[in-house]
């Protein structure tokens, strides 16, 4: 079995009218190499004519961002010419890489009707080789994601990163990761083996599981150390689970704002670009 080395609760950290927590980084947990931080919003349901998710233009370098839409939507728009409207079931991948602007706003629809919103994002880290490539984004709905099932068909899983159970995910990573979004039904199990020199990322979304013996509730994330090899999770009632893992980097890491680098001077040169204009235009 893999040994648990601490499970960390998130911290609530609300963004205007947004309900918002986050499990990392806190005092007690700054990072899960190469996995930075993790907001999960909501669950939240808006009214009528409201102003929905708050993030307008915003630059980023040297991380890449994976969104995953439960409840709700989102519309994204970046200064590289990518624009999408992802609704619920749908992930978002984009790679900041040498530096781009980007809006993560709720679509015209979502402001005029309302609804169920329920959001979160995950920042990866990209390797210092790879800071300064160019910027992409593939945005794909619920449909678009290659599915397979597990425990008689009461565990569904969504494989965004890697391969598992023979399906190969939606995405193909900057560097190797596995990623996987798990809907289970309660009393359903699984068992995965990871290496031991991947690090792991285990947050549970929704619900109720005991992973390797230990009882986990909803908005936790579990930290794991390097030792033991087999995940073992039950479901002690309906949950949303969102597992990955990866070899770390052992990277120096700088992050301020919203860039993530690996030297201060790294970060004054990206402060520096971004006012001069190279991170594109920005046009709405």
């Known amino acids: 079995m893999r040994k648990i080395k601490k499970i960390h609760k998130s911290e609530y950290r609300p963004i205007a009218d947004l309900v918002t927590y986050s499990p990392m980084p806190t005092r007690s947990l700054q990072m899960i190499d190469p996995f930075l931080f993790l907001n999960h919003h909501g669950f939240q349901t808006y009214p009528e004519h409201?102003?929905?998710?708050?993030?307008?233009?915003?630059?980023?370098?040297?991380?890449?961002?994976?969104?995953?839409?439960?409840?709700?939507?989102?519309?994204?728009?970046?200064?590289?010419?990518h624009e999408s409207v992802i609704g619920p079931g749908g992930v978002q991948y984009m790679t900041a890489g040498k530096g781009l602007i980007h809006a993560e706003v709720s679509s015209s629809e979502f402001k005029k009707k309302g609804g169920d919103l329920e959001i979160l994002q995950l920042w990866l880290n990209l390797p210092a080789a790879k800071k300064m490539m160019d910027p992409n984004y593939i945005g794909l709905q619920k449909d678009e994601i290659p599915t397979f099932e597990l425990s008689e068909g009461k565990i569904q899983v969504q494989q965004l990163f890697g391969e598992w159970n023979g399906v190969k995910g939606a995405f193909e990573g900057t560097f190797p990761i596995t990623m996987s979004t798990i809907y289970l039904e309660?009393?359903?199990?699984?068992?995965?083996?990871?290496?031991?020199?991947?690090?792991?990322?285990?947050?549970?979304?929704?619900?109720?599981?005991?992973?390797?013996?230990?009882?986990?509730?909803?908005?936790?994330l579990v930290e794991f150390e390097n030792e033991g090899s087999t995940l073992s999770v039950e479901a002690l009632?309906?949950?949303?689970?969102?597992?990955?893992?990866?070899?770390?980097?052992?990277?120096?890491?700088?992050?301020?704002?919203?860039?993530?680098?690996?030297?201060?001077?790294?970060?004054?040169?990206?402060?520096?670009?971004?006012?001069?204009?190279?991170?594109?235009?920005?046009?709405?």
């Open 237 to 284: 009632e309906k949950s949303i689970l969102i597992l990955g893992h990866a070899k770390p980097f052992n990277e120096p890491v700088v992050a301020q704002g919203p860039f993530v680098m690996n030297s201060q001077q790294e970060i004054y040169e990206a402060y520096e670009d971004y006012q001069q204009g190279k991170f594109g235009s920005w046009n709405g």
């Open 50 to 81: 409201n102003q929905g998710l708050p993030f307008g233009p915003h630059p980023h370098r040297g991380m890449e961002t994976v969104t995953f839409i439960l409840e709700g939507d989102i519309m994204h728009k970046d200064s590289s010419g």
């Open 186 to 220: 309660e009393g359903s199990q699984f068992t995965k083996e990871i290496p031991e020199d991947e690090n792991i990322f285990f947050y549970l979304v929704r619900g109720e599981v005991k992973i390797n013996q230990e009882e986990i509730q909803f908005r936790h």
